[in-house]
């Protein structure tokens, strides 16, 4: 398990989604999916009042098939990670707003999906989409748009950022019915290179955040969601080895680099 990359996908209940080939995202072995029931390691639950940016990510195909994080950057547009986005040019998306259990959310059709030119599965390099939504999405006390960061600015090592998701609370279960969050520190981009397989490819495009003890951690389902710092948004939920293992951080797309952050721009104009 040691050895292993956890790219903290949900379960799809679909006949389609089944025969996905997950091998082709070049890692040793990547853990089954699993079903809406496991989320966030160490964390607590949070209500959707104090992360009103959340959306659950999924597909049109009832019922809501539940898939990853996503978070509201306007009345148009959300954010997500592009490895969640596999299947959009098969089937139409559907996002959950507005609710602690994210299943039980306000629905939010999207009419196009972008993926950054640059994604690169192999690597999960420039792990971000674009999803821009059919009608605007109507704000709230509980439906809220989160600031993006300035471009260019890096992370401090050891600053505090905040994960939110739906994803798994104990390795090997299946995803959380409520909303829940945990605090993790930034680490040392270099020291994060040295860790082995599958911290290697950890680039300028991405940071590492996490204990050296392990114990908290996102974890399978919390793909896409936002890593949060000063109420601006500087991370997606990307990758890691396992979940809250000791020396295995969880691996974000870092929202700030200008390759990410050039990108977000051009499309959305934020």
């Not at 420039?126 to 260019?152: H, M, Q, W, Y």
């Not at 990758?239 to 293992?245: E, I, Q, V, Y």
Request: net charge negative; with cysteine.
């Amino acid at each position: 398990m040691g050895s292993t990359i956890n790219l903290y996908f949900l379960t799809i209940l679909i006949g389609a989604v089944a025969s996905f080939d997950v091998s082709r995202l070049n890692v040793e072995k990547v853990h089954d999916p699993i079903s809406y029931e496991d989320t966030i390691i160490g964390g607590e639950e949070v209500s959707i009042e104090q992360y009103p940016y959340m959306a659950l990510f999924g597909y049109v195909v009832p019922p809501f098939t539940e898939f990853c994080g996503a978070f509201i950057i306007s009345k148009n547009y959300v954010l997500t990670a592009a490895h969640c986005t596999f299947l959009a040019d098969k089937m139409k998306v559907e996002l959950r707003v507005g609710n602690s259990y994210g299943i039980n959310g306000t629905s939010v059709f999207v009419s196009e999906v972008i993926n950054h030119p640059n994604y690169d599965p192999k690597t999960v390099n420039n792990d971000v989409a674009i999803l821009k939504t059919v009608e605007p999405i109507k704000f709230s006390d509980t439906v809220k748009p989160v600031e993006l960061p300035p471009r260019g600015v890096d992370l401090e090592v050891g600053s505090m950022v905040d994960v939110s998701g739906w994803g798994s609370v104990e390795w090997g279960r299946s995803g959380s019915a409520v909303l829940r969050a945990v605090k993790v520190p930034v680490t040392n981009r270099e020291e994060c290179k040295k860790l082995g397989k599958p911290y290697d490819t950890v680039n300028e495009n991405m940071f590492c955040a996490g204990y050296d003890e392990g114990g908290k951690d996102s974890c399978k389902g919390d793909s896409g969601g936002p890593v949060v710092q000063n109420g601006k948004v500087v991370g997606i939920v990307s990758f890691g080895r396992g979940c809250a293992l000791p020396k295995s951080p969880g691996v974000y797309a870092f929202i700030s680099a200008p390759s990410i952050r050039d990108f977000i721009k051009k499309h959305t104009g934020l």
